[in-house]
Every structure is written in structure tokens, then in C-alpha cells.
């Protein structure tokens, strides 16, 4: 038994560290030959062990179950779907069972179905009701519930502060993803409390875990203050991280235009760099502007950093529409270092020894087609000659053809 907590335990610190898709935390056994369907049938086994053998397997396929019960265009009257409703309806029902191992694997199968059903609310109770002293159980519980969960879910905060209460150390901080997800300003705030209160740092950054989605105003202005004088860079980075999801974005963004001056220069380099990377917010692309306003990318490097993103959209066949958001907040920013007096030249420098570059390489690439289709075709008698296999042959031959693609990189060097 304590082998088995221990086990539990150990996963539960995994999917902590952000690993959440994955089922492998419930060893599970193959039947050879055996389809979902047949699975679904041991859903009904007198056995609680097949039965939780049983949801452990379907449980992998619960994030495609859950888009598909979602899809207003799916056919309802189809295997899948109706396979789908069955397996969604049974394990529902387990949940109120005895068997903590069915009960434990359910309640993960709850948590993946529920990353992509939309009626997430139809879920809350379901898992709620559930009344258990198991440390795996109830951590399950945790984790399902912070994603089916919102803040108009109906928990109330007694239920919330128990688990926070819980003597389990995992159980009691998976509970700040659930006060996260709940949008609890009033446990937050109590929270934050002991937030201050804390010298441990791993603590700390837990803790800060309860406040990535959707900050009040005055919590936001309390972390805000705590930047200025924090000494751990990993817990001003979580801070940071943590302000860019803030309800009122645009006081966020006076906070860190005003106090730029009195920000760490590594902690400037990881705001840029961060939000570089996430373009298709516009939160990001702001704060960037407000650093090319400030002369943070002075320097070629962190200009060359800007030009790549930007090149990167500028060269994709086809855009999905977060992407296309991402090319116009880069041009947003390049628009900016234009129109920036002592940016504007080197800005201009850095796309000029861009647009020779590509010139190069396109000139590059004519003439190596030309060398390369004949040395195909050369190397493609030769190994005729002495009978090569076909299909080696083959992928030899393209890749010679598609060799072409890394000689940009030659020329950059």
C-alpha cells in the first residue's frame, strides 16, 4: 500500500511540473486484439480491476472523446460518437464508487475529456460530490476540477480551503491551479498573505500558481510592488509571467512603462525575450513597443531577434489566424523602429544586409539547381549500372534535390 502512494505521489509531482496530457501514471495492461470496443465491454466487468484496466486504456483516447461529444457537426448517430457518449456516461458513474483505483483513474479520464468538452459545467458536480480521504483520489479530484472548473462554478470556498488544509503537501498545492481556475479573489488574497509571510522560495512560486489567470487590480499592484524588491530572479519571473494574464492589462502596461528604469537588466532581457515569443498576444507586442520606445534593442543582437521572428512569419506558405495576428504585431513593431529616430537607421542597416542576403541566396539556389539536376541525373544512371536498390536510390535522389533548403544557413555563416 505504501509502495503504491509513494507511486502516486511521484506522479503527482510530474504533472505539477507541467506535464498534463499524459495517462502512464496508471499502469495499465494490453489485451492483445482488443479494440476500443472491446474495452468498453470490460467496462462492465465483475472484476474492479479489469474495470479500471479498462478506463486507464479508453482514458487516452479522452481528450479526442470529449472535441468529438463537442462538435456540433459530428454525426450523431455514428460508432464513434455514440462509443464516445457510452464511455463518457459509464465513467461518469463511476465516480461514485467505492474502488479508489477506478475512482482515481476515472477522475484523470474526467480531467483530459474535459480539456476539450465544451459543456465543462455538466462535469463540476459530478467530480464534486465525491468524498474521499485518499491522498490520490483527492488530488485527482483537485486536478479535474481545475479544469472543468470557473468562477462561476458553485464551490464553495469551504471546500477549497479544506483542500488547501489537506495534510498532504501535493494535495494541498494542487490546490492553488484550482484556486487559479476558480478566479478566487477572496482566497487569493489570503493566500498572497502567506505569499509574504514565506521564506521558501519553491514555496513562494507554488503559491504564485494561484494567480496565473485573470488578476484583480490590487493584487496585481501588490505583485507589481514586490518586483522592486525581490531577490530571487525566479520568483520575479514568475511574477512577470503571472501579470501578463491580469484582467486590467493596459494599468500593467503603465506599471511596467513607468518603472522600466528600475527593472534588473537580466529581468529586461527575459521580458523581451519572453514576450518576442509570444506575438500573437497583443499584450506582448505592446510591452515590446513600450522597450523600443525605452532603447532596450539598442544593440544589433536583440534587433537580429526581432528581424528573425518577423522573418520566420514572413516566410510561411500559409498562416492560421493566431499566426496572422503574431505577423501583424511584428510589423506593428517594426513600424515603431522605423518611425524611432535612433533606431530607425540601424533597423534599416540590419533589413538591407537581410533583403542582399536572400538576394545571394537566391542566385545561390539557381545556380546549385542547375549543378544538382545534373548530378542526379548522373547519379541516377550510376547506380542503374550496378542495379542499387530502387527505393534507396530513390531517397538518395531526393535527398540531393532537396539539399538545396540549408544553403542559406552557408551563407549567414
Not at 476515472?106 to 465544451?118: A, P
Not at 510591452?287 to 534593442?297: G, R, S, T
Amino acid at each position: 500500500m505504501r509502495r503504491s502512494l509513494l507511486f502516486f505521489l511521484f506522479a503527482g509531482l510530474v504533472l505539477l511540473s507541467g506535464c498534463k496530457k499524459e495517462y502512464s501514471r496508471y499502469p495499465s495492461v494490453a489485451v492483445p486484439q482488443y479494440k476500443e470496443t472491446d474495452y468498453v465491454g470490460m467496462l462492465t466487468d465483475k472484476n474492479p480491476e479489469v474495470v479500471y484496466n479498462a478506463v486507464a486504456v479508453l482514458g487516452q483516447q479522452a481528450e479526442a472523446m470529449g472535441k468529438l461529444l463537442s462538435d456540433e457537426k459530428a454525426d450523431k448517430k455514428s460508432a464513434e460518437y455514440l462509443m464516445a457518449m457510452e464511455v463518457y456516461k459509464k465513467i461518469t458513474g463511476f465516480l461514485s464508487l467505492e474502488d479508489i483505483r477506478v475512482v482515481s483513474a476515472s477522475l484523470r479520464f474526467m480531467q483530459l475529456f474535459g480539456e476539450t468538452y465544451t459543456a465543462k459545467a455538466e462535469l463540476v458536480q459530478p467530480v464534486l460530490q465525491i468524498n474521499s480521504k485518499n491522498t490520490q483520489v483527492l488530488y485527482e479530484q483537485i486536478m479535474a476540477l481545475s479544469v472543468v472548473a470557473n468562477k462561476d462554478s458553485k464551490i464553495p470556498d469551504t471546500v477549497v480551503r479544506n483542500f488547501l488544509k489537506n495534510r498532504s503537501w501535493i494535495v494541498s498545492r494542487a490546490t492553488y491551479l484550482l484556486v487559479n481556475s476558480l478566479e478566487n479573489d477572496r482566497i487569493r488574497r489570503e493566500l498572497f498573505k502567506t505569499y509574504r509571510r514565506s521564506i521558501d522560495e519553491k514555496e513562494r512560486l507554488l503559491i504564485l500558481t494561484a494567480f496565473q489567470d485573470k488578476l484583480g487590480d490590487s493584487l496585481a499592484d501588490a505583485l507589481s510592488a514586490e518586483i522592486l524588491t525581490e531577490r530571487s530572479a525566479k520568483i520575479r519571473y514568475q511574477i512577470y509571467d503571472v501579470l501578463r494574464n491580469s484582467r486590467n492589462q493596459e494599468k500593467v502596461l503603465l506599471w511596467f512603462y513607468l518603472n522600466y528604469d528600475k527593472l534588473d537588466a537580466a529581468d529586461k532581457v527575459y521580458l523581451f525575450e519572453s514576450h518576442l515569443a509570444t506575438m500573437q498576444e497583443d499584450f506582448s507586442s505592446r510591452l515590446i513597443i513600450q522597450f523600443v520606445k525605452k532603447m532596450f534593442p539598442a544593440n544589433e543582437a536583440s534587433l537580429k531577434k526581432i528581424d528573425d521572428a518577423l522573418e520566420a512569419y514572413e516566410r510561411k506558405t500559409s498562416l492560421s489566424a493566431a499566426e496572422k495576428q503574431g505577423l501583424n504585431n511584428l510589423q506593428v513593431i517594426a513600424k515603431a523602429l522605423e518611425e524611432e529616430k535612433a533606431l530607425s537607421e540601424p533597423w534599416k542597416n540590419l533589413r538591407n544586409k537581410k533583403k542582399a542576403l536572400n538576394a545571394d541566396t537566391a542566385k545561390l539556389q539557381s545556380e546549385y539547381d542547375v549543378l544538382v539536376k545534373d548530378f542526379a541525373a548522373k547519379t541516377t544512371d550510376l547506380f542503374g549500372k550496378y542495379a542499387v536498390n530502387a527505393e534507396k536510390k530513390q531517397k538518395y535522389i531526393e535527398a540531393i534535390l532537396n539539399s538545396r533548403d540549408g544553403l542559406r544557413d552557408l551563407l549567414k555563416q
